[in-house]
């Protein structure tokens, strides 16, 4: 059965501080690696997709990475409004619901002024 | 133009009685998805329709569930006895082709 893993559970950071999430996944043959952000009370909003390993995307204070096994989603210098849980999630190989996701339990981000 | 739309957004009952929730997707959106998180859970995927065409239900936990998507619009997902283990966050997602899902704001069910 497929997992993704995130780690870490929370993470508190000041405005400014870089850091990085991590999104570990086990599935043989990944069609995409998809980044969700959610705020509380909020359905998840799609931030990126990743297909293959080397794949790299940027989105404002955003930037997704992956590998063969991992991906990192990178946090450049935030804001307090970047606050919110970051949701990784993998796209089941093989079949015709390409929207049929495995998602990650989450990386809570808390972003002090 | 309008995103996906979920009723109620909060529904509380006792076990054994049923509840509906609705979802409306984003118009043109052949592919509608209902996932649910429950207590200290990861998200998990329910079912997937294709217009108004079950193309997985794998998910779906038993069958005191019961989805339908009449005409290819909204779509519908019933419980029927409620149990204790249903409480939850139920998200619907609606996609046009790939699995970018935009979800709607999830329907809260607390079954006492």
């Known amino acids: 059965e497929d997992q993704v893993t995130q780690s870490p559970e929370a993470l508190r950071l000041q405005e400014g501080e870089s850091s990085s999430l991590n999104c570990s996944y086990t599935?043989?043959?990944?069609?995409?690696l998809f980044w969700y952000r959610q705020d509380p009370g909020k359905g998840p909003e799609f931030l990126f997709t990743?297909?293959?390993a080397g794949e790299e995307k940027e989105k404002e204070r955003l930037k997704a990475t992956l590998t063969k096994k991992e991906s990192f989603l990178h946090i450049t210098a935030p804001k307090p409004e970047d606050s919110a849980t970051y949701l990784c999630?993998?796209?089941?190989?093989?079949?015709?619901?390409?929207?049929?996701?495995?998602f990650g339990q989450g990386t809570i981000l808390t972003v002090h002024p | 133009e309008a995103g996906v739309t979920q009723f109620p957004s909060h529904s509380v009952i006792e076990k054994g009685q049923t509840v509906t929730l609705r979802c409306d997707p984003i118009?043109?959106?052949?592919?509608l998805y209902w996932y649910r998180r429950v207590m200290g859970k990861e998200i998990k995927f329910l079912l997937h329709?294709?217009?108004?065409?079950?193309?997985?239900e794998s998910g779906m936990p038993n069958n005191r569930f019961l989805a339908e998507r009449t005409g290819g619009t909204y779509s519908t997902l019933k419980v029927q006895p409620a149990e204790l283990e249903d409480s939850g966050v139920y998200f619907c997602?609606?996609?046009?082709?790939?699995?970018?899902?935009?979800f709607g704001e999830g329907s809260r069910l607390t079954v006492l």
């Open positions: 999630a993998v796209q089941e190989p093989g079949g015709t619901s390409y929207g049929k996701l495995t």
């Open positions: 599935v043989s043959g990944l069609r995409g």
């Open positions: 997602a609606s996609a046009k082709y790939t699995g970018e899902l935009f």
């Open positions: 329709f294709v217009k108004e065409s079950k193309q997985d």
């Open positions: 990743l297909y293959s």
């Open positions: 118009s043109g959106h052949d592919n």
